[in-house]
């Protein structure tokens, strides 16, 4: 990404693009008032306040599926030609071990040579079922995010719970005011990080996949843990 990139900019517009699949343009305009001059340089408390706002919107006029479907939409997505070799390895196996276990072979790679991390730390990552591949359990992944990758170090020696939520989430909307207990937002606002696994694996296996958000630190949990149920 360019240095000129505004990640709040960007999310609104797809976050925008999301509400037009739902909701008719009258709605959508009442959701989105107050986001015009809202950019990465707007204060983080600011951006919180719209968001909650927003969220409490949406709130009257969609149910939970729709409101989830959304906020999934909004997700950061993993480079797609990164998941080109998974892709064909499963096409021409059908093998969901064998394809599960070269993305966790990808991902320890990525902890030595990308984030450089100390043995200790990866070695406990891996031990939690951490990062991209997760956990495999029949035909579904329990995925528990990474601490945010620049905080992994402190994250792991952080005693403060909210502190150490603080840095653990992945949000840059959010993320800096998430060191308060009465920062929280709806649950199904973390939706958004969930859409990153179910890019992922609708990548690999051409087909439709369901995401569930089971722990955010949004709500008070140590980590945020996504079940992924992959398609029989």
Not at 83 to 93: M, V
Not at 102 to 115: I, P
Not at 191 to 209: D, H, M, S, T
Not at 223 to 229: E, L, N, P, S
Request: with cysteine; hydrophobic share 35%; net charge negative.
């Amino acid at each position: 990404m360019s240095e000129d990139f505004d990640f709040d900019k960007y999310w609104l517009r797809v976050f925008s693009m999301c509400l037009d699949d739902e909701v008719d343009e009258e709605i959508k305009r009442e959701i989105l008032a107050g986001s015009e001059n809202i950019s990465s340089e707007t204060d983080r408390k600011e951006v919180f306040q719209w968001t909650k706002n927003a969220l409490s919107k949406l709130d009257k006029y969609v149910d939970n599926k729709t409101k989830n479907d959304i906020l999934t939409g909004c997700a950061c997505q993993y480079p797609r030609k990164n998941l080109q070799e998974l892709k064909k390895l499963y096409a021409e196996t059908k093998d969901l071990i064998l394809v599960h276990k070269k993305m966790q072979e990808y991902f320890e790679s990525f902890l030595d040579e990308s984030l450089k991390i100390e043995e200790n730390y990866k070695e406990e990552i891996i031990k939690r079922d951490m990062g991209m591949a997760g956990k495999l359990e029949g035909r579904k992944i329990i995925a528990t995010k990474i601490p945010k990758s620049a905080f992994i170090k402190d994250w792991f020696e952080e005693t403060d719970n909210l502190k150490k939520r603080a840095i653990y989430c992945h949000c840059p909307r959010i993320r800096d005011v998430m060191d308060k207990a009465e920062n929280e937002l709806p649950m199904y606002h973390c939706y958004c990080g969930a859409g990153f696994y179910k890019v992922i694996w609708e990548e690999i296996l051409q087909k439709p996949v369901k995401v569930e958000v089971l722990e955010t630190v949004m709500n008070g949990g140590e980590v945020c843990k996504i079940a992924i149920y992959l398609p029989e």
